[in-house]
């Protein structure tokens, strides 16, 4: 299974954002200049984030992003399903473009089934404050003091 890198970059702008001190804020450019990640890009990431909620945009000259709630409130499992559209690992999964021929007695399905359903239980078990408890080395990482 492989996660979309717009799944990818929204956990980094919570990651990066979750980092910074109360009444802080991110913004676009500086969060695409330490990950390398254009800022059309981010932009409407940042969108998408904050029409469901997971972070805040402040307008303004010196307006930015922030957490929606806090870091300890904000499930990995969770985020990863708002933000990913499609867990169709194969064609039977999906009933209506399913035409595989051994589909009513595959156990395949079955066995992959399972595995997403450990991969999201073992996300469910983290925060994005779980995600930045190294930060001070995630700062040095990015360059940040």
């Given at each position: ?36 990640i254009s800022t059309h ?11 469901l909620e997971l972070v ?28 990913e559209s499609d867990f ?58």
């Amino acid at each position: 299974m492989n996660l979309k890198k717009y799944t990818d970059y929204g956990l980094r702008v919570l990651i990066f954002t979750g980092m910074k001190k109360e009444g802080e804020l991110a913004s676009i450019k500086e969060i695409s200049s330490v990950y390398n990640i254009s800022t059309h890009h981010l932009g409407k990431i940042v969108h998408q984030l904050t029409k469901l909620e997971l972070v805040e945009s402040i307008r303004g000259r010196n307006g930015g992003i922030r957490l929606a709630k806090p870091a300890d409130e904000m499930n990995v499992g969770r985020i990863v399903r708002m933000l990913e559209s499609d867990f169709t690992i194969l064609e039977c999964f999906d009933k209506e473009t399913n035409h595989c021929v051994i589909s009513p007695g595959c156990t395949l399905k079955h066995a992959l089934n399972k595995a997403l359903q450990a991969f999201f239980k073992v996300l469910d078990e983290y925060t994005i404050a779980d995600l930045i408890h190294n930060e001070e080395e995630l700062r040095q990482l990015m360059g940040l003091k």
